[in-house]
């Protein structure tokens, strides 16, 4: 985004302006934290799915717009995460029925990431919290 906007003025702006806007992108850009995270989640996500198959998507994730789809189950037990504390459906199935679920995710400590990192190290304690308190 950084970079398409600092272009976008320049096409716009031209010279001057527009350079310093480009300079300082690549600035901004040549100092931000670096990662491969998503690439490497990506690359493995793909992995996954080969080796996985097309799995279906689990009964309660499905829409139910007719009256047959509610019958046959979809939506039936579907947790609206914004309905629920800290807009989040803590324990939720997402995976597909018979695969384990993985963290194909691993940010990094640096940067956005490492805000990132913290969230998702949370939200699996919201997680454990559920489990436990189902397991009671």
């Given at each position: 985004?950084?970079a398409?906007?600092?272009?976008?003025?320049?096409?716009?702006?031209?010279?001057?302006?527009?350079?310093?806007?480009?300079?300082?992108?690549?600035?901004?850009?040549?100092?931000?934290?670096?990662s491969?995270?998503?690439?490497?989640?990506?690359?493995?996500?793909?992995?996954?799915?080969?080796?996985?198959?097309?799995?279906?998507?689990?009964?309660?994730?499905?829409?139910?717009?007719?009256?047959?789809?509610?019958?046959?189950?979809?939506?039936?037990?579907?947790?609206?995460?914004?309905?629920?504390?800290?807009?989040?459906?803590?324990?939720e199935?997402?995976?597909?029925?018979?695969?384990?679920?993985?963290?194909?995710?691993?940010?990094?400590?640096?940067?956005?990431?490492?805000?990132?990192?913290?969230?998702?190290?949370?939200?699996?304690?919201?997680?454990?919290?559920?489990?436990?308190?189902?397991?009671?």
């Amino acid at each position: 985004e950084i970079a398409l906007n600092a272009w976008q003025i320049q096409e716009r702006l031209g010279s001057p302006e527009g350079e310093l806007t480009l300079a300082q992108a690549i600035i901004y850009l040549a100092c931000a934290a670096k990662s491969n995270a998503v690439y490497k989640a990506f690359n493995e996500t793909k992995r996954l799915v080969s080796t996985q198959g097309s799995l279906e998507v689990p009964n309660h994730l499905r829409n139910a717009p007719s009256s047959l789809m509610r019958e046959q189950g979809f939506g039936k037990g579907y947790r609206y995460a914004h309905d629920e504390p800290e807009g989040y459906a803590a324990d939720e199935q997402y995976f597909p029925d018979g695969m384990t679920p993985t963290q194909l995710y691993q940010p990094t400590e640096r940067g956005l990431e490492g805000r990132i990192s913290e969230k998702l190290k949370h939200l699996r304690t919201l997680d454990r919290l559920a489990r436990d308190k189902a397991n009671r």
